[in-house]
């Protein structure tokens, strides 16, 4: 999946508590819910080793 400000591939990156998609070129963070429309099956097969992604 690639970055909609610059393009780049998006990492999925997961803190306590929360799961996050961050751009390796401008660092940009999105929410789960911002890119749900666009997410790749490569993106959806990683976000599917969480049992739950909170929304905040």
Do not use: N, W
């Not at 996050?20 to 790749?40: N, P, T």
């Amino acid at each position: 999946m690639k970055c909609r400000k610059c393009g780049e591939p998006l990492q999925v990156q997961r803190r306590c508590r929360q799961v996050r998609l961050r751009c390796s070129g401008c660092e940009k963070e999105y929410q789960i819910h911002e890119v749900a429309a666009d997410l790749d099956p490569e993106t959806e097969a990683q976000l599917e080793r969480f049992t739950c992604i909170i929304y905040d």
